[in-house]
C-alpha cells in the first residue's frame, strides 16, 4: 500500500485533469494564463475570504505574507519549533529572528501558554522588536487561533498562518487559510491539496495586502508591466498546475470526508496501542498527517512495515535542534513537549482513496 496514493487519485481523475492540460497546451497562455485567475476565484470563495494569490510554493507564499508585513532585520519572529522547517527558515530569510514556541501535548500545535512567556521574555530582554506570530496547522488541524489572535491583539503581533497543511481544515466552519493578518498554503503533491510540481497561495481579506503581495510576486510590478515600483521576487503559479488544482479543489470535499472516516477508523483500530491524534470539539482537521504517538516508535515502524504499511516520521528534529539555526543557542531541555514529541511521532497512510 501507497503512504499517499497519488496514482489512484488521478486515475479516479484522469480524463478531467488531461482535458484541462490539453487546454492550456491549445491555448499556450502556460504563465498567468485564465486557469490562475480561475482558480484564485475559486480559493478565495472555498476558504471564504477576499483575495486569493497563487504563487510558486508555500515557502514563496510565506515569503511574501513576510515581506508585505514588512518584517526585517531586528524583529522577533514567533513560531513552533515543532513545525517544517519553511515555517521557521524564511523568518530568518527576512532576515528577522525566529523564537521558538513549545507545543500543545494534546494538538501537537502551538502552545498558547509557552507563546505568552517568550513573547514576554524578548520584551523583557528589549533587544529584538516583537512583530509576528506564525502559527501552523500541523498536520491538517487548525491552530488555536481563539487564545493566539487574542495574544496577537494584546502584544501588538501581526499574524500568520501557515496554512500548508491544514487546507481544508476548520474552526466552527471558518476555514483554513482565513485566519491572521495573512495565511499561507503549499500545493505540493504530498499536501492535502496538491498539484503536480510546486505550487503555493496567499490569503487575505486586506485589500493594501493583496495588491502589495499582487506586485511582488511578479518582480514589484506596477501598473505599467515594464514599470517596476519596488524590488520583488519571480513567484507565479504555473497555468497547468493551476488547470490541475482546479479539478482536484472540485473533488476535494469529497476527499476531505473520505480522509476524516480513515481517521475515524484508525482511532477505533488504535487508540488501545498507540497515543491518537485528538482533534477538539468544534474543529475538522484535513488530515495532512495521521500522526500517532509510541514510545516505542521504531518497533512500531518495524511492526507495519512488516505488515506491508509504510509509516514516515514527522518530525524528527525540532527547528531549536537544526544545525542551520545553532547559532540561535537553544539547548536540548527547552522545548519539553515538542522534543517528546519529536521523539515518539510517526504518521501512518492517509489520502482520499484508502481501502479499509
Ligand atoms: C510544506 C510546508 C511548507 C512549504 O511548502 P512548499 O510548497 O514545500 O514550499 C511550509 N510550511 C509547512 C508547515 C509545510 O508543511
Request: proline share 4%; charged share 25%; hydrophobic share 40%.
Given at each position: ?61 510565506l515569503?511574501?505574507a513576510m515581506?508585505?508585513l ?7 519572529v514567533?513560531c ?52 509576528a506570530i506564525v502559527a ?22 501581526k499574524l500568520i498562518e501557515d ?17 491572521g493578518d495573512i495565511a499561507t ?172
Amino acid at each position: 500500500m501507497q503512504f499517499i496514493d497519488l496514482e489512484a487519485q488521478y486515475q479516479h481523475l484522469k480524463e478531467k485533469i488531461d482535458a484541462r492540460i490539453h487546454k492550456v497546451l491549445d491555448h499556450g497562455q502556460y504563465i498567468m494564463g485564465p486557469e490562475v485567475s480561475d482558480l484564485e476565484e475559486k480559493l478565495a470563495e472555498y476558504v471564504g475570504v477576499k483575495h486569493a494569490i497563487t504563487c510558486a510554493n508555500g515557502t514563496d507564499a510565506l515569503t511574501l505574507a513576510m515581506m508585505a508585513l514588512d518584517i526585517k532585520e531586528g524583529d522577533a519572529v514567533f513560531c513552533p519549533t515543532f513545525t517544517f522547517f519553511a515555517t521557521a527558515e524564511t523568518i530568518a530569510f527576512a532576515k528577522a529572528i525566529p523564537v521558538f514556541v513549545d507545543s500543545n501535548e494534546a494538538t501537537y500545535n502551538l502552545c498558547p501558554i509557552d507563546l505568552e512567556k517568550r513573547i514576554q521574555s524578548v520584551i523583557a530582554e528589549g533587544i529584538l522588536t516583537p512583530k509576528a506570530i506564525v502559527a501552523v496547522d500541523l498536520f491538517g488541524l487548525p491552530a488555536d487561533y481563539a487564545a493566539i489572535e487574542a495574544l496577537a491583539e494584546k502584544y501588538d503581533l501581526k499574524l500568520i498562518e501557515d496554512a500548508a497543511q491544514g487546507f481544508g481544515g476548520s474552526i466552527n466552519g471558518k476555514m483554513a487559510g482565513s485566519f491572521g493578518d495573512i495565511a499561507t498554503t503549499s500545493f505540493f503533491p504530498a499536501k492535502p491539496l496538491g498539484c503536480y510540481g510546486d505550487g503555493g497561495a496567499i490569503f487575505t481579506d486586506n485589500d493594501e495586502y493583496a495588491e502589495l503581495i499582487r506586485s511582488l510576486r511578479i518582480h514589484g510590478k506596477g501598473t505599467d508591466k515594464y514599470d517596476n515600483v519596488r524590488i520583488g521576487v519571480n513567484s507565479r503559479l504555473d497555468t497547468i498546475q493551476a488547470a490541475i488544482l482546479l479539478e482536484k479543489l472540485a473533488e476535494f470535499p469529497r476527499e476531505l470526508e473520505a480522509r476524516n472516516k480513515s481517521a475515524e477508523n484508525y482511532k477505533k483500530t488504535l487508540s488501545n496501542d498507540f497515543i491518537t491524534p485528538s482533534v477538539p470539539d468544534n474543529y475538522f482537521s484535513s488530515w495532512a498527517q495521521y500522526t500517532v504517538r509510541s514510545n516505542r516508535r521504531d518497533d512500531a515502524m518495524k511492526a507495519f512495515q512488516e505488515q506491508g504499511i509504510p509509516t514516515m516520521v514527522y518530525y524528527r528534529t525540532c527547528m531549536h535542534e537544526q544545525s542551520a539555526f545553532s547559532n540561535l543557542n537553544y539547548k536540548k531541555g527547552d522545548f519539553p513537549v515538542a522534543e517528546t514529541l519529536s521523539s515518539q511521532v510517526f504518521s501512518l497512510p492517509m489520502h482520499g482513496y484508502m481501502k479499509k
